[in-house]
């Protein structure tokens, strides 16, 4: 995501060099009264002004990559208003986000422009676990996803009706040309709005225009140098003309329309006792006894956390898992063999059947291991000193799992750039448990406090889309163009990594 202008870029440079001023001027005393333990490696001098802020354009994932190539498991960098560290590899992520000595430290979150804009500070994401409301709010958040998760049958009838809605207009496509991610997105968008709202919301409804609008905003806004840029000078954002005021214009409106039709529609209409979906579920809580603490507030911001994170990862995650399909069409023949065997042609995929397919299961893993879709995680913030392998933490440092790192590393992966489901299977065929080690390394919802609440909600309404869209379909590259590789070059990182616009053509399968 371009958005550095070259003013932009003037100022951040001169905010830096008195950032360095004032640095060697104020801090070095305090240092000499901290612990005696060092800071991680990391960048310095010119190194770490040329990488940070070649970064900017949204390519610090690959930037930190190189870093861990030559500076190891964790890398400190300290920028403008404070720091950084990442942790590139999965055992030490666990052990500082989860370990008796760290784990009340390591789970805050930092100010973030894209949480102020859009009252995010309200929900379980953003809240600190030292909110004395944070328990609760995580309960809460928990049964709404669960209630609509894995395994239940309201979930399942949801997400079937939405894929044969799916394969019925991929039928009317067959040979054609199309634009898979636009395909998704649609899907993915009117599922979503249907398990906050309870009722049908097919493309074109207000509440399905709310959500895309509400969802392209995020996008422009989410990327943590967007927040950098914006807490460093924060003019920026108030400038008209300026990529940054755009955006803030184009995040607002997008608010407001989700705050009238999806908030305010469900609260005017909601019949008590009788809840309809994730909103009315919501207000069924804040009219409890004892719920005086959840505030409107608080209803928007996770409304506006399960349509952020539900539709913009699973849209990317999807998108890419059927990129790897057509370009690995032995492996798509494969996991159309194993539906075959275990759901046949009579019946729909159910979620009853993902312990026998083991292979589709392997291959779902897999692709969300080269993916990361958020690929250094979202930002952890260190409220006090701590110590990781034998490093000082300070208090203040921002902390990022570098998972599109470690998901890559040749220590951890046997052949890491390679894609072999079959890494995920026991010489018997049957998907590892998830204490393998192998699975151990595997972290794309992050871990402990801060794991996704949503990973189980998410890993079955991917598991749905292929094995439905395989039972009646091959995937083939578009005519007349070349297929999308799969390399970095085909997408754009930022906290959340969106893979460009690709085309490809579907077409019936032939049965034996």
């Known amino acids: 995501m371009a958005f550095l202008s070259v003013s932009t870029a003037l100022i951040l440079v001169v905010a830096f060099l008195l950032y360095r001023f004032f640095n060697n001027i104020f801090f070095k005393k305090q240092d000499q009264h901290a612990t005696k333990l060092p800071y991680p490696p990391g960048p310095k001098g010119w190194e770490l002004f040329r990488g940070f ?19 190891g498991e964790v890398i400190y960098v300290p920028h403008l208003q404070g ?44 809240t600190n676990p030292s909110d004395p409301n944070w328990p609760k709010m995580r309960k809460l958040m928990h049964s709404n996803v669960k209630f609509y998760g894995e395994g239940i049958d309201m979930f399942e009838a949801l997400v079937t009706d939405a894929l044969d809605k799916l394969v019925g207009e991929l039928n009317s496509t067959l040979g054609q040309n199309i634009k898979m991610k636009d395909v998704v997105e649609d899907t993915i968008t009117s599922l979503i709005a249907i398990l906050l709202t ?32 914006i807490k460093v000078c924060p003019l920026l954002d108030y400038i008209p003309g300026t990529y940054y005021y755009r955006s803030r214009k184009t995040i607002e409106k997008a608010k407001e329309v989700v ?3 999806v908030f305010m529609d469900r609260k005017r209409t909601r019949t008590p006792g009788l809840p309809r979906g994730i909103v009315d ?34 849209t990317q995650s999807i998108s890419a898992i059927l990129l790897y399909l057509i370009h690995y069409p032995e492996v798509m023949r494969r996991i159309q063999q194993e539906v075959d065997t275990y759901v046949g042609q009579d ?4 979620l009853s059947d993902r312990r026998a397919c083991s292979y589709t299961e392997a291959f779902v893993l897999e692709t969300l291991r080269l993916v990361s879709v958020v690929p250094l995680g979202f930002d952890h913030y260190v409220n006090d000193d701590v110590e990781i392998k034998g490093y000082r933490i300070p208090k203040g440092t921002v902390a990022f799992s570098a998972a599109y790192v470690f998901h890559r590393s040749e220590q951890l992966w046997d052949d890491p750039h390679s894609f072999k489901p079959e890494r995920f299977l026991d010489e ?49 590259p578009p ?11 085909s997408w754009d990182f930022g906290l959340i990594s969106t893979l460009k616009h690709y085309h490809c053509r579907f077409r019936k399968r032939h049965q034996n």
Request: glycine share 6%; charged share 20%.
């Open 347 to 350: 019946r729909k995929p159910s």
């Open 53 to 71: 802020f070649s970064s900017m354009d949204g390519s610090l994932t690959l930037r930190v990559e190189s870093w861990a190539r030559k500076y």
């Open 83 to 126: 720091s950084m560290v990442f942790l590139a590899d999965p055992c030490i992520v666990r052990e500082f986000y989860t370990g008796k000595a760290t784990e009340k430290h390591t789970n805050d979150r930092m100010w973030s422009y894209v949480a102020d804009k859009l009252c995010l500070r309200s929900c379980l994401a953003f």
């Open 281 to 314: 579920n919501l207000l069924e809580y804040q009219s409890q006894e004892g719920a005086d603490w959840m505030t409107d507030d608080h209803v928007m911001g996770n409304l506006m956390d399960v349509i952020a994170a539900g539709v913009n990862t699973s």
């Open 198 to 229: 309870g009722d049908p919301q097919p493309k074109g409804t207000p509440v399905w225009n709310a959500m895309r609008q509400f969802n392209e905003g995020v996008l422009r806004i989410a990327d943590p140098a967007f927040s950098f840029a």
């Open 259 to 261: 705050y009238q039709t």
């Open 428 to 476: 018997e065929g049957v998907l590892l448990p998830i204490n393998h080690p192998t699975r151990q390394n595997l972290m794309p919802f992050s871990t402990g406090k801060r794991v996704c609440p949503g990973e189980g909600f998410a890993r079955a309404r991917i598991f749905l889309f292929v094995t439905n869209l395989m039972q009646h379909f091959d995937v083939l």
């Open 479 to 489: 005519t007349n163009e070349k297929l999308m590789p799969l390399g970095p070059e």
